[in-house]
Every structure is written in structure tokens, then in C-alpha cells.
T-cell receptor
Framework: QKEVEQNSGPLSVPEGAIASLNCTYS??????FFWYRQYSGKSPELIMFIYSNGDKEDGRFTAQLNKASQYVSLLIRDSQPSDSATYLC???????????FGKGTTLSVSS | DAGVIQSPRHEVTEMGQEVTLRCKPI?????LFWYRQTMMRGLELLIY????????DSGMPEDRFSAKMPNASFSTLKIQPSEPRDSAVYFCASRSLGYEQYFGPGTRLTVT
């Protein structure tokens, strides 16, 4: 059974700082990883996905994947109060048909 | 285009009652997922349909839970009888090609 682990937080950063969110996974065969953002009382929405080792940048967001260490991270540069949310890390299941989610890390950005 | 539609948005029921949650996926999406989210267990996959056929129901907690997808535009998740531990937010999500799933707004279920 694949597992995805995240620190529940809360992670508190001041406005303008870099927020670093981390995720580890149990199955070395996992190939694809996803970061979802979930505002309180709302549904999850996809913000980034990464398949290859290294970094992938999209605006203020950078996803980092290290398959040797079974580690995925999400960096948010110039954090804004509007980034305050729970961030869910996910990987695909063994059949590649569905997603397995971590419990999420709550980020709080103070102005 | 409308996103994934779920109803009701909130449901409060008494233990032992039957509960039916409804979902309309995004038109053209051929995969549909039901998830349950709680503070303790996070977001858990309950069941996955592809082209209206249940593919993986290993996440359905017990026989009290059942799901159907009679056509490409409608799915139900039924709990009978409901128990207080079923209280959670139930999400429906749909997908076309690739991995991106689009989530509905969720149904907050409270069983007293």
C-alpha cells in the first residue's frame, strides 16, 4: 500500500518569505506527483505536477522531486496571505488510475 | 462550462437513516472518483469509475456503502444505515485524459 507523508503543520511564514512544503512517499516505484491546494471549506485544486527528478517552476511555485530520497517538495516564493491554505501532496496508485493523498500541510502567511 | 456538481451541499441525518449523495461530472469526462475527507484520515479514495464501470472499490469502508453510475452524467453514493463515524466531507471528482482531477464542492455529512 502506497503511503504519502506530510507534516501537518501549521507552517507559518511572513508575507514575502519562501514557504517550503515537504512530502515523502513509501513506494520507490512511484512515478508522478501532484500538489493540490485546498482553501478552508473548499475543494482541492491542482497547482502543480512533476514526473522527473529535479525542479519544475511555474510562476511563484517550484516543485522539486528527488526519487533517490523519495522526497517531493513545493516552494512558494514571495508568499502572500492568499497562499494560506492546506497543501496536499499526492501520487498515483499502482494501477495509475487514481491518486493517493497525504493528509496535507496547513500554511499560514501573515501580513 | 459548469464544473463537477454535487448535491446536497450539506446533509444532517440521524444514525440509522439512509443517505444518498449525488454527483454530476464534467461533460466529456470518462472517469469519476468518490473521496471522503476527515481530519483524522485525510482524503481517501472510496471508489473509481471508468466509462461508468466501477474499476476499484477497495476503498469502500464496508457493505453499508454502495455507489452507482447509471450513465455518464450521474453517480450516487449511498450509505445505509448511516453511523456517526460516517460524518465527513464527501467529494466527487472527474477526469478526462491525464491525471488532473477536477473536484466538486463536496457534501458535508453529519450523522447524529
Amino acid at each position: 500500500q502506497k503511503e504519502v507523508e506530510q507534516n501537518s503543520g501549521p507552517l507559518s511564514v511572513p508575507e514575502g518569505a519562501i514557504a517550503s512544503l515537504n512530502c515523502t512517499y513509501s513506494d520507490r516505484g512511484s512515478q508522478s506527483f501532484f500538489w493540490y491546494r485546498q482553501y478552508s471549506g473548499k475543494s482541492p485544486e491542482l497547482i502543480m505536477f512533476i514526473y522527473s527528478n529535479g525542479d519544475k517552476e511555474d510562476g511563484r511555485f517550484t516543485a522539486q522531486l528527488n526519487k533517490a530520497s523519495q522526497y517531493v517538495s513545493l516552494l512558494i516564493r514571495d508568499s502572500q496571505p492568499s497562499d494560506s491554505a492546506t497543501y496536499l501532496c499526492a501520487t498515483s496508485n499502482q494501477a495509475g488510475t487514481a491518486l493517493i493523498f497525504g493528509k496535507g500541510t496547513t500554511l499560514s502567511v501573515s501580513s | 462550462d459548469a464544473g463537477v456538481i454535487q448535491s446536497p451541499r450539506h446533509e444532517v441525518t440521524e444514525m440509522g437513516q439512509e443517505v444518498t449523495l449525488r454527483c454530476k461530472p464534467i461533460s466529456g469526462h470518462n472517469s469519476l472518483f468518490w473521496y471522503r475527507q476527515t481530519m483524522m484520515r485525510g482524503l481517501e479514495l472510496l471508489i473509481y469509475f471508468n466509462n461508468n464501470v466501477p474499476i476499484d472499490d477497495s476503498g469502500m469502508p464496508e457493505d453499508r456503502f454502495s455507489a452507482k453510475m447509471p450513465n455518464a452524467s450521474f453517480s450516487t453514493l449511498k450509505i445505509q444505515p448511516s453511523e456517526p463515524r460516517d460524518s465527513a466531507v464527501y467529494f466527487c471528482a472527474s477526469r478526462s485524459l491525464g491525471y488532473e482531477q477536477y473536484f466538486g464542492p463536496g457534501t458535508r455529512l453529519t450523522v447524529t
